[in-house]
């Protein structure tokens, strides 16, 4: 499996930034996939997970209503919508296949970092 993050950057509080995960080597369709974030200093967290079909979404508390997690199987890509951005969310973005943490390191991107300054 391969997966590529894009779409990171710095935005001011209150911009948005729309980030994009690439997969191949896989079957996108057959598997949930998620979004992660690792700040400095700090675990990594799950920010959004999606089902194969999209039918159920679950994100975490501190970007619930901000952040939209979205996929289309047909380009490889799932997509992570960030609105209403907050110094807090500054953070290495992660891709990652499957709804659990997986701990095979093949199942993850190599991040995009997104940086909201205070």
């Known amino acids: 499996a391969q997966l590529v993050e894009f779409g990171g950057g710095m935005v001011e509080p209150g911009g948005s930034l729309n980030l994009s995960c690439v997969v191949s080597g896989f079957t996108l369709r057959s598997y949930s996939m998620a979004w992660y974030r690792q700040a400095p200093d700090k675990n990594r967290e799950l920010v959004a997970r999606?089902?194969?079909?999209?039918?159920?979404?679950d994100y975490a508390a501190s970007v619930k209503g901000r952040f939209t997690i979205s996929r289309d199987n047909a380009k490889n890509t799932v997509y992570l919508h960030m609105n209403n951005l907050k110094p807090e969310d500054t953070a290495l973005y992660y891709c990652s296949k499957g709804w659990s943490a997986s701990q095979n390191p093949g199942d993850w991107g190599q991040g995009t970092q997104v940086t909201v300054p205070s």
């Open positions: 999606i089902t194969t079909n999209s039918l159920y979404r």
